[in-house]
Every structure is written in structure tokens, then in C-alpha cells.
């Protein structure tokens, strides 16, 4: 086929693109090269619009032993033991084929963990769904569950914490974010980058198919009316030959014969082999005859551009070959010597005793354009001022009541019940709490993780969500007792092209940084997915921060439920009553407008390190993070999970009942201590700085306030319980 500027357009690269290939070539490319152009030079690999903004993200600390530009980023949690870890979007394939593409997004991230050398000991997500009254919604929300549940389940890797939420601004394009956490010694990671000379390449794993090419160009670009036409772009899961490719390549690993190892993800044989010779200074030579395909005829266009799933590419020591052949044999899986590291610097494809592709890594990876695009800067919006009749007419019980069972605030076992998160029997806190937690297999230590988003507060102005939704991340960490050491993050956002969205990334990006570099909680690994749209209209900002964090004695973790009648309840951090922008004024008020919670670093840092002060002392019975609904949601949920009551005595103040108990003040948490404790800890916030609120008693049976308001804890339940549950068996 012959190359023309129409079909350089046509595979998604811009006219001035074409013209710099051709110019660095100093030749038209051919249809293969121009294929893996495309795959190399798109948006979901070159990261061209972001790269100039992400370079700014704080990313070294003392227990982070690799940042971004690997597979996943790796922390040390002592005794020689390290967690590796990422989060990735699967956003497009999810909406054109819900459950093969959240299952795909799954497998994917969980290879990225494994071809580190660790195993997988959990999964997390982070899924936004359109309106509830929109007609895809439902089938979209089902498909993805059983996508990410029959992927996992089957892999046998629990599935312990994730974040659901709606909004309209999804209606059009879905976000399913896959999060996985893998163990590994420290001496025993591997890496990506090749080197030596004449070493084997090694392709091992499933056979190369039609499915998912051009999977990669299509997560870089709008959604239109043809959106149907896309599903060949969609990738096909096989959990069961993952779970083989898993034990074969950490049986490999145990032994000293790889040099490197990459999955072949977006734009698969493309991507890893390029990437692995430009990490290593290096050329690599391949012969297309040599991969296992499963159907015929396919052209090396067609073998290079595919994304089947389950396969991984190898650099091996000379004349390991045959001991790795049967470990993959053994395994039932293909494996094949296809090429070898050469000095060229170049990838040099053959197929058919032909060169068909032969091109400067350089001009892939570091040569791929990089752009400073125009963007607009956020104003912070003014303050709104309720009007106090417009609070008058509410019964705080019904407000309550609509609160709880909120979309975003209502219970989401429907969901994490058809997730395995028991499964290898460490999973010592299950999903609904402030974070998930598993135990390092065989000691007392355990590891927290958490994912987050907050895409209202990001879209009202996007340096403020950014900090926050890092913020968030934090205390739900802190919240179970554990210290944060590091996050990921996966940016959701529009169109890089429109400015707005790009002045959204821009700033959120300097929020995430600003707030992880504040509270030493660096950014290891990450995703951008931009092109979050169709037509014209893009998604709200959804930056999904995934945190992890070590509990050194698993015995000291913290759970959210209200342990003992009797026992007092306080709320740590300053308690201001600001409604704008919270779940009260945009559901209740109908109102929409007004600037996010003001982030104070200092105070969360303050207020959360204080809290492990007092976990660590053994003066916290229960703890759960104030966010999402207030000080009287974040109580409801305590009381629910505990099937305990609280006596609440508002403090004293100006602000009416509902900024007090709905208002949306960051860095507060909801701590439970016991009587004799509660000098001690007061002591201890006091020495601190810390501000508190004595807010009440727990008791058995009812929440009450201040004798006005009561309501049993069977009556919270259902609120909260029967939402998600009744909307799915409609």
C-alpha cells in the first residue's frame, strides 16, 4: 500500500507529524513503519502533550527505589521486601465493549506489576459511570463489574478497594482505572531495559491475533456516531493463560537468565521491543516469521500493530534458551526465539526473507514531538451565599436520608461482592472501609491502598481538586493506621487540543505535585488518558490518585466501624462549614456553582501525622476520613458498619446545623476513643496544635442531635444499603 499524507491522517498523525517522519527518515515510510509511527507517536504512548508538565511532579523519596519510566513504580517497606505498583486507564475499550475492556485493563495492569518479578497481591479500580438516568449506564456499570471481577477472580489476585461514582459528564465515555499491587524482594526486580549485544529476544505467551490493533491510537482519540466500528480495536482476555504466563515467568525469574522483560501492552511487539532497545542504548533485529500467530496470513503491519493479550517480551543470556523453552513448555505456553539485540540503534524488521520496516529508535522515542499547548488558567469562583430561607424548608432527616443514599455516597457492595477479596487469604481489610489492606504473607506487617478521585472539585477550579484529591488520598491511608510512602495516578481528562482542558490538566498536575511534594508523598507511576470525549464535549477532570502505605504492625491497623457504647467521639481538624461545591449544595440546593474546599497542607499534614501518633500509642478505637457528604455522613457510615448509635451534641458556633454537619472542610477525620483515653489524647492534639470538636457518645441503638433529631441505625442502613442495590435488579 502506498504512503500518503491522507493515510498518515487517517492512522491519526497530524500533516506537520507526516512531514517530520518523512523529513528524520529522509524517506516515505512504508505502510508497516508508518503503522508503528503511529503506535509510538499517538498520545497513549508518547505522552507528547503531558511529558513537559509531568517532568515537574515531585517523584524521589527515601523509600521509593523506581519512579515513573518502568513498567510500575516500586517502593521499599523494609526487611528487603518492596511493593511495585501502578494504575492504568482502559477508558475507551471499556465504553465500546464494557467487559472485555475493564477485563483487559485488569490483566494489563497486573502484567505491568509481574514483569517487574512481583506477585500480584492486589487489585483496585476506580470506575465513573454516567448519569443514572442515562439508558447506557446500567449495562455499562454491570458489564464493567463482571469484566473486572472475572478477570481477577479467575487470576486469583483479591480485588480489596475501589472508588464508583456518576455524573452526567460521562454519559459519553466512561473511566475504568486498574490499580494492582505486587511483592517482591528488593534483589530480585527486574527491569526493562536491554543490553548486550547479539542477546536472544524471546517472545513468550499467547499467539499474535487481529484483536486490539490500532488499540492504542484509538484510546487517542475522540468517540463519534461510529463508535460500533470500533470494537475490532478492542482487546480479547484469556485470565487463565495470564495465570500460566505469571507462574512461568516468575519460575524464570528465580533463576539468573533474563537481561530484560517487557509486556507487550499498547501498541504490543511494537511498543516493548522499541522501548526495551531504547532504554538500553540498543538496536534489536526481528524476524516476524518467527511469532506465534493464531490466524493466517497476517502481515507484518498487522503482527506488529496487534495488542492480543498475555504476552511478554524477553532479553535472555546466550544459551539460556533451552532451559527457558521448558519452563514455558511446561507452562503449555508459546515460546519462541524471534530476534537479538544488535548496535545498530535501529529496529530492523524481516519477514519473508524481506527488510520491511528499518528505523532509528531515536527518532521513535526520544525524536516523538513533544508539545508546550496553549492553555487557559482556572479562576477561582466566588463564594456563594445561601440564603437562609433556602434552609428553612429543609428536615434535616430528609436531607440525611437523600445523602446517604446518593449514587456517590450509598453503599457499593453490590459491586465489590462479586470481586474475590479474600482470595490468598491476606486480605485483613476488605473493601467499604477507608482503604483496603493486606498483610505481607507470613509477617506482621501490612500494606494500605486506596484510589481516589474527585472530578467536582477538579472541574469547579482544578489547582484546589488537585491538591485535595492527593489529600484524600492521605487520610484514607492514615485512616486505617498506616503511613503513606508513595501514590500513582491516572489523569483522566478532554482534549488536549481545547484549552480549557489543557488549562484543567495543567493545573490539577500542579495541584497533585504541589500536595505530594507538601506531604513527602511522591508520585511514582502513573497514566495519562486525554481524549475523554465525545464530539466536542469532554468529561469533567478526573485525576484518580491511587496511595499506598505500610502498617508495620498489622495488629495496630485502625477499621471505620464504632466499637463500644460508652466510648467518645471527636472530630479532629477545623470544622468551617463550607457547603459550595458540596454533595448538600449540588443535590439539595441545586446549586452548582462556588469554589471547592480551600486545602491547607499544613494542617493536613499536621492533623494526619498526629493521628498516627495516637494509633501508634493504642488511643484510637475507630477512625474514618470526613470527605464526600460531611462530619454527619462520615458518622452515619461509622454507625452503620458498627450497628452502634451516637448521642451528638452540635459545639457551639455560628454555622447553622447543616454547614456544620454537610459542609465539606478538608483534612478532618472522625476519631473514637475510649473514656479513660480521652485526657490523653486531648493532651496530645493540644501539644500538637491540632484542632478537635468534642462531638458526642456512642450508644446503642439510635443517632441522635442534640435531642432534636433521632434516627435509628436500621434506618441509616437502608438509606445507605438499598440504593445500588435496588437500582441494579430494575
Given at each position: 500500500?502506498?504512503?500518503?499524507?491522507?493515510?498518515?491522517?487517517?492512522?491519526?498523525l497530524?500533516?506537520?507529524?507526516?512531514?517530520?517522519?518523512c523529513?528524520?527518515?529522509?524517506?516515505?515510510?512504508?505502510?508497516?513503519?508508518?503503522?508503528?509511527?503511529?503506535?509510538?507517536?499517538?498520545?497513549?504512548?508518547?505522552?507528547?502533550?503531558?511529558?513537559?508538565h509531568?517532568?515537574?511532579?515531585?517523584?524521589?523519596?527515601?523509600?521509593?527505589?523506581?519512579?515513573?519510566?518502568?513498567?510500575?513504580?516500586?517502593?521499599?517497606?523494609?526487611?528487603?521486601?518492596?511493593?511495585?505498583?501502578k494504575?492504568?486507564?482502559?477508558?475507551h475499550?471499556?465504553?465500546?465493549?464494557?467487559?472485555?475492556?475493564?477485563?483487559?485493563?485488569?490483566?494489563?495492569?497486573?502484567?505491568?506489576?509481574?514483569?517487574?518479578?512481583?506477585?500480584?497481591i492486589?487489585?483496585?479500580?476506580?470506575?465513573?459511570?454516567?448519569?443514572?438516568?442515562?439508558?447506557?449506564?446500567?449495562?455499562?456499570?454491570?458489564?464493567?463489574?463482571?469484566?473486572?471481577?472475572?478477570?481477577?477472580?479467575c487470576?486469583?489476585?483479591?480485588?480489596i478497594a475501589?472508588?464508583?461514582?456518576?455524573?452526567?459528564?460521562y454519559?459519553?465515555?466512561?473511566?475504568?482505572?486498574?490499580?494492582?499491587?505486587?511483592?517482591?524482594?528488593?534483589?530480585?526486580?527486574?527491569?526493562?531495559?536491554?543490553?548486550g549485544?547479539?542477546?536472544?529476544?524471546i517472545?513468550?505467551?499467547?499467539?499474535?491475533?487481529?484483536?486490539?490493533i490500532?488499540?492504542?491510537?484509538?484510546?487517542?482519540?475522540?468517540?463519534?456516531?461510529?463508535?460500533e466500528?470500533k470494537?475490532?480495536?478492542v482487546?480479547?482476555?484469556?485470565?487463565?493463560?495470564?495465570?500460566?504466563?505469571?507462574?512461568?515467568?516468575?519460575?524464570?525469574?528465580?533463576?539468573?537468565s533474563i537481561?530484560?522483560?517487557?509486556?507487550?501492552?499498547?501498541?504490543?511487539?511494537?511498543?516493548?521491543?522499541?522501548?526495551?532497545?531504547?532504554?538500553?542504548?540498543?538496536g534489536?533485529?526481528?524476524?516476524?516469521?518467527?511469532?506465534?500467530?493464531?490466524?493466517?496470513?497476517?502481515?507484518?503491519y498487522?503482527i506488529?500493530?496487534?495488542?492480543?493479550?498475555?504476552?511478554?517480551?524477553?532479553?535472555?543470556?546466550?544459551?539460556?534458551?533451552?532451559?527457558?523453552?521448558?519452563i514455558?513448555?511446561?507452562?503449555n505456553?508459546?515460546?519462541?526465539?524471534i530476534?537479538?539485540?544488535?548496535?545498530?540503534?535501529?529496529?530492523?524488521?524481516?519477514?519473508?526473507?524481506?527488510?520491511?520496516a528499518?528505523?532509528?529508535?531515536?527518532?521513535?522515542?526520544e525524536n516523538?514531538?513533544?508539545?508546550?499547548?496553549?492553555?487557559?488558567?482556572?479562576?477561582?469562583?466566588?463564594?456563594?451565599?445561601?440564603p437562609?430561607?433556602?434552609?428553612t424548608?429543609?428536615?434535616?432527616?430528609?436531607?440525611?436520608?437523600?445523602?446517604?443514599?446518593n449514587?456517590?455516597v450509598?453503599?457499593?457492595?453490590w459491586?465489590?461482592?462479586?470481586y474475590?477479596?479474600?482470595?490468598?487469604?491476606?486480605?485483613?481489610?476488605?473493601?467499604?472501609g477507608?482503604?483496603?489492606?493486606?498483610?505481607v504473607?507470613?509477617?506482621n506487617?501490612?500494606?494500605?491502598?486506596?484510589?481516589?478521585?474527585?472530578?467536582?472539585?477538579?472541574?469547579?477550579?482544578?489547582?484546589?481538586?488537585?491538591?485535595?484529591?492527593?489529600?484524600?488520598?492521605w487520610?484514607?491511608?492514615?485512616?486505617?493506621?498506616?503511613?503513606?510512602?508513595?501514590?500513582?495516578?491516572?489523569l483522566?481528562f478532554?482534549?488536549?487540543?481545547?484549552?480549557?482542558?489543557?488549562?484543567?490538566?495543567?493545573?490539577?498536575?500542579?495541584?497533585?505535585?504541589?500536595?505530594?511534594?507538601?506531604?513527602?508523598f511522591?508520585?511514582?507511576s502513573?497514566?495519562?488518558?486525554?481524549?475523554?470525549?465525545?464530539?466536542?464535549?469532554?468529561?469533567?477532570?478526573?485525576?484518580a490518585?491511587?496511595?499506598v502505605?505500610?502498617?508495620?504492625?498489622?495488629?495496630?491497623?485502625?477499621?471505620?466501624?464504632?466499637?463500644?457504647?460508652?466510648?467518645?467521639?471527636?472530630?479532629?481538624?477545623?470544622?468551617?462549614?463550607?457547603?459550595?461545591?458540596?454533595?448538600?449544595?449540588r443535590?439539595?440546593?441545586?446549586?452548582?456553582?462556588?469554589?471547592?474546599?480551600e486545602?491547607?497542607?499544613?494542617?493536613?499534614k499536621?492533623?494526619?501525622?498526629?493521628l498516627?501518633?495516637?494509633?501508634?500509642?493504642?488511643?484510637?478505637?475507630?477512625?474514618?476520613?470526613v470527605?464526600?457528604?460531611?462530619?454527619?455522613?462520615?458518622?452515619?457510615k461509622?454507625?452503620?458498619?458498627?450497628?452502634?448509635?451516637?448521642?451528638?451534641?452540635?459545639?457551639?458556633?455560628?454555622?447553622?446545623?447543616?454547614e456544620?454537619?454537610?459542609?465539606?472542610?478538608?483534612?478532618?477525620?472522625?476519631?473514637?476513643?475510649n473514656?479513660?483515653d480521652?485526657?490523653?489524647?486531648t493532651?496530645?492534639?493540644?501539644?500538637?496544635?491540632v484542632?478537635?470538636?468534642?462531638?458526642?457518645?456512642?450508644?446503642?441503638?439510635?443517632?441522635?442531635?442534640?435531642?432534636?433529631?433521632?434516627l435509628?441505625?436500621?434506618?441509616l442502613k437502608?438509606?445507605?444499603?438499598?440504593?445500588?442495590?435496588?437500582?441494579?435488579?430494575?
Amino acid at each position: 500500500m502506498e504512503v500518503n499524507e491522507q493515510v498518515a491522517v487517517d492512522h491519526g498523525l497530524k500533516k506537520d507529524e507526516y512531514a517530520k517522519i518523512c523529513e528524520l527518515l529522509e524517506r516515505t515510510p512504508n505502510i508497516t513503519e508508518l503503522g508503528i509511527f503511529s503506535a509510538m507517536w499517538n498520545e497513549h504512548c508518547s505522552y507528547k502533550s503531558s511529558r513537559l508538565h509531568l517532568k515537574k511532579l515531585p517523584t524521589k523519596g527515601k523509600k521509593v527505589i523506581q519512579g515513573p519510566g518502568e513498567n510500575a513504580g516500586v517502593i521499599d517497606i523494609e526487611d528487603d521486601d518492596a511493593i511495585v505498583f501502578k494504575i492504568e486507564s482502559h477508558n475507551h475499550p471499556s465504553f465500546i465493549e464494557p467487559y472485555q475492556g475493564a477485563a483487559t485493563g485488569v490483566g494489563g495492569i497486573m502484567r505491568d506489576v509481574f514483569t517487574m518479578g512481583a506477585r500480584p497481591i492486589a487489585n483496585l479500580n476506580s470506575i465513573h459511570f454516567g448519569s443514572t438516568h442515562h439508558k447506557k449506564t446500567k449495562n455499562l456499570l454491570r458489564g464493567v463489574v463482571h469484566g473486572i471481577g472475572g478477570y481477577g477472580n479467575c487470576m486469583g489476585v483479591p480485588t480489596i478497594a475501589g472508588q464508583t461514582s456518576f455524573d452526567s459528564s460521562y454519559n459519553g465515555n466512561i473511566l475504568v482505572n486498574a490499580m494492582t499491587l505486587g511483592l517482591v524482594k528488593k534483589n530480585k526486580i527486574f527491569y526493562s531495559k536491554a543490553a548486550g549485544l547479539g542477546k536472544p529476544v524471546i517472545y513468550v505467551g499467547s499467539k499474535t491475533g487481529r484483536d486490539g490493533i490500532h488499540g492504542a491510537s484509538m484510546a487517542s482519540a475522540s468517540f463519534d456516531d461510529k463508535i460500533e466500528e470500533k470494537k475490532p480495536t478492542v482487546q480479547v482476555g484469556d485470565p487463565f493463560t495470564e495465570k500460566l504466563l505469571l507462574e512461568a515467568c516468575l519460575e524464570l525469574m528465580a533463576g539468573d537468565s533474563i537481561i530484560a522483560i517487557q509486556d507487550m501492552g499498547a501498541a504490543g511487539l511494537t511498543s516493548s521491543s522499541i522501548e526495551m532497545a531504547s532504554k538500553g542504548n540498543l538496536g534489536i533485529e526481528i524476524n516476524l516469521n518467527k511469532v506465534p500467530c493464531r490466524e493466517s496470513k497476517m502481515t507484518p503491519y498487522e503482527i506488529m500493530l496487534s495488542e492480543s493479550q498475555e504476552r511478554m517480551l524477553i532479553v535472555l543470556e546466550n544459551g539460556k534458551e533451552d532451559l527457558a523453552k521448558k519452563i514455558f513448555d511446561k507452562w503449555n505456553l508459546d515460546f519462541s526465539v524471534i530476534g537479538k539485540t544488535t548496535d545498530t540503534k535501529r529496529i530492523e524488521l524481516f519477514f519473508d526473507d524481506e527488510k520491511v520496516a528499518n528505523i532509528p529508535v531515536n527518532i521513535l522515542v526520544e525524536n516523538s514531538p513533544m508539545y508546550d499547548r496553549k492553555w487557559k488558567k482556572a479562576k477561582l469562583p466566588k463564594k456563594n451565599k445561601i440564603p437562609k430561607k433556602d434552609l428553612t424548608n429543609l428536615k434535616f432527616k430528609d436531607v440525611l436520608k437523600k445523602i446517604l443514599s446518593n449514587p456517590n455516597v450509598c453503599s457499593k457492595q453490590w459491586i465489590w461482592e462479586q470481586y474475590d477479596h479474600t482470595v490468598m487469604g491476606d486480605t485483613i481489610q476488605k473493601p467499604g472501609g477507608d482503604s483496603g489492606v493486606v498483610r505481607v504473607h507470613g509477617t506482621n506487617k501490612a500494606v494500605a491502598a486506596s484510589v481516589d478521585s474527585s472530578a467536582v472539585y477538579c472541574w469547579a477550579h482544578p489547582l484546589t481538586g488537585g491538591k485535595q484529591v492527593v489529600c484524600e488520598s492521605w487520610r484514607n491511608l492514615i485512616s486505617v493506621g498506616a503511613k503513606p510512602i508513595a501514590i500513582t495516578n491516572c489523569l483522566n481528562f478532554g482534549s488536549p487540543e481545547n484549552e480549557e482542558n489543557m488549562g484543567e490538566f495543567v493545573e490539577c498536575v500542579q495541584g497533585i505535585g504541589e500536595a505530594s511534594k507538601y506531604l513527602n508523598f511522591p508520585v511514582v507511576s502513573g497514566n495519562v488518558s486525554f481524549y475523554n470525549q465525545t464530539k466536542e464535549i469532554g468529561i469533567k477532570p478526573t485525576p484518580a490518585i491511587g496511595g499506598v502505605g505500610l502498617i508495620k504492625d498489622y495488629s495496630k491497623m485502625i477499621t471505620m466501624e464504632f466499637k463500644e457504647t460508652g466510648n467518645n467521639v471527636l472530630v479532629i481538624g477545623k470544622t468551617e462549614g463550607h457547603i459550595d461545591q458540596s454533595l448538600f449544595a449540588r443535590n439539595i440546593l441545586d446549586e452548582k456553582n462556588g469554589p471547592p474546599p480551600e486545602i491547607n497542607l499544613f494542617n493536613e499534614k499536621n492533623n494526619g501525622e498526629t493521628l498516627l501518633k495516637l494509633i501508634e500509642s493504642d488511643l484510637i478505637k475507630s477512625a474514618h476520613d470526613v470527605s464526600l457528604g460531611g462530619i454527619i455522613t462520615a458518622i452515619s457510615k461509622m454507625c452503620i458498619k458498627g450497628n452502634k448509635g451516637i448521642d451528638i451534641k452540635k459545639p457551639k458556633s455560628l454555622m447553622n446545623e447543616f454547614e456544620y454537619f454537610f459542609g465539606e472542610d478538608q483534612g478532618r477525620y472522625i476519631i473514637e476513643v475510649n473514656k479513660d483515653d480521652l485526657k490523653k489524647v486531648t493532651n496530645l492534639l493540644n501539644k500538637n496544635s491540632v484542632h478537635f470538636d468534642q462531638l458526642g457518645e456512642i450508644k446503642e441503638k439510635n443517632l441522635t442531635i442534640d435531642k432534636k433529631i433521632d434516627l435509628s441505625v436500621d434506618d441509616l442502613k437502608t438509606f445507605n444499603t438499598s440504593w445500588l442495590k435496588d437500582y441494579m435488579s430494575k
